[in-house]
């Protein structure tokens, strides 16, 4: 019954006072190592990537409120910030909850702000599709929204609280980290460097070419692990199976585990499900 009613309060939000547009940007990015960076409070992020030397933003953004005062008054203190450097294109979400951009460096929210910002009363969502280099490293960032990349080949570095993460043929290594949410990450070429994927709660599904090698360091505490590959050093004498997969972690340990000849180090971590590290010779998600 709450949860209805949070359903109904909310959808009753979005029908009394509401403004949408979308706003669409480009910029060139050149040189040998180019980056984008990009964060929002409340939406979600989806990247991919391109052959292009541009990186090109469509933003939908979708602000309500109770009255048509309180929306001219979001409208005039939210903004999409955008920014440019040598190598490095920056796009922020301002507010009325924050003193800066999220995307800026060093930004922190300020008491007084965070007084007059009432979550209860209005609210704000930023919608990113953006097209990237492909090559170009992604920082990707928000707080209430997944995270999504398609075809990049360079570092990243996906973060969210309350969403998923997902990763469809992608190269190169980084951070991956959600707290409510799965995570799920298919590799044209598996990663070449330190790679860490963490989540509290939710699934890791992690899809890699058959001829992996990498060191990996598992952990769940209240779920399991499996493996389509041979791995050594498996911390359990466990023979069972799930769905044609070997146990290769049981619940509330970590463990050290090798695919192949050892190569990156590889982290998988949750604290509520389970780890699954597939072979992309047995398909695709």
């Known amino acids: ?33 180019r980056r984008v960076q990009i964060c929002t409070l409340s939406g979600s992020i989806h990247v ?19 009255t048509r005062e309180r929306l ?24 009325p909850w924050s003193a800066t951009e999220c995307g800026a460096r060093g930004g922190q929210s300020r008491k007084e702000d965070r007084r007059r ?12 599709t953006v097209s990237v280099p492909r090559d170009a490293r992604i920082e990707l960032q928000s707080v209430n929204g997944g995270v999504h990349a398609t075809g990049t080949t360079g570092r990243y570095s996906l973060s969210t609280v309350n969403g998923s993460i997902r990763m469809n043929d992608v190269e190169g290594s980084g951070d991956v980290k959600t707290v409510n949410g799965s995570v799920q990450a298919v590799y044209s070429r598996n990663p070449n ?16 070419q058959p001829s992996l090698s990498a060191d990996f360091k598992v952990k769940t505490v209240n779920g399991k692990a499996y493996t389509d590959f041979d791995m050594t050093s498996i911390p359990s004498n466990s023979t069972s199976e799930a769905k044609g997969m070997k146990v290769i972690h ?19 971590e949750t604290v509520n499900g389970s780890i699954l590290i597939h072979s992309l010779a047995k398909g695709r998600p």
């Open 48 to 66: 991919t990537a391109s052959d292009s030397n541009e990186v090109r933003f469509s933003v939908r953004e979708r602000i309500a409120a109770p």
């Open 193 to 208: 460097a330190d790679t860490v994927f963490r989540t509290v709660n939710g699934k890791l599904d992690l899809y890699f």
């Open 1 to 33: 019954m709450k949860y209805s009613l949070l359903l109904l309060a909310a959808a009753a939000l979005w029908s009394a006072e509401e403004s949408t547009r979308t706003i669409e940007k480009s910029f060139p990015l050149t040189g040998n190592e």
């Open 250 to 268: 049981r619940r509330g340990t970590s463990g050290d585990l090798r695919a192949g000849n050892g190569g990156p180090k590889i982290v998988a």
């Open 72 to 95: 001219e008054e979001l409208k005039k203190e939210t903004d999409v910030v955008f920014a440019q450097e040598p190598g490095t294109v920056r796009a922020g979400v301002k507010g």
């Open 117 to 128: 910002w009432n979550w209860d009363e209005t609210r704000v969502e930023h919608e990113f």
